[in-house]
Nanobody, 115 residues
Framework: QVQLVEFGGGLVQAGGSLRLSCAAS????????MGWYRQAPGKQRELVAD???????KYADSVKGRFTITRDHAKNTVYLQMNSLKPEDTAVYYC?????????WGQGTQVTVSS
């Protein structure tokens, strides 16, 4: 099992920026995927972005060009830089880790973008 600790989040005005980070510890496989999902009130959880250990990244269409996901392999940490934030980005953001088994999840961090 992998433990995930998230940092960042908060309240920002539209057009602003935030950076989320997520540190993984525990039984980490050499090849894995880490990333972020988000869930807004009344909506399903959706993928925001993820990145493999070979640094291949994937983004939701709604965040392409605004969000950037990176990872520090030595620290088993993934970062999500969020720029040009919009009110519709408001959600709880959950970090996740996946290797060959079911994913592990962080506790979630609230991101609120005011108009």
């Amino acid at each position: 099992q992998v433990q995930l600790v998230e940092f960042g989040g908060g309240l920002v005005q539209a057009g602003g920026s935030l950076r989320l980070s997520c540190a993984a510890s525990g039984s980490i496989f050499t090849y894995n995927t880490m990333g972020w999902y988000r869930q807004a009130p009344g909506k399903q959880r959706e993928l925001v972005a993820d990145i493999n250990t070979d640094d291949t990244a994937k983004y939701a269409d709604s965040v392409k060009g605004r969000f950037t996901i990176t990872r520090d392999h030595a620290k088993n940490t993934v970062y999500l830089q969020m720029n040009s934030l919009k009110p519709e980005d408001t959600a709880v953001y959950y970090c996740y880790y996946r290797d060959y088994g079911p994913p592990d999840w962080g506790q979630g961090t609230q991101v609120t973008v005011s108009s």
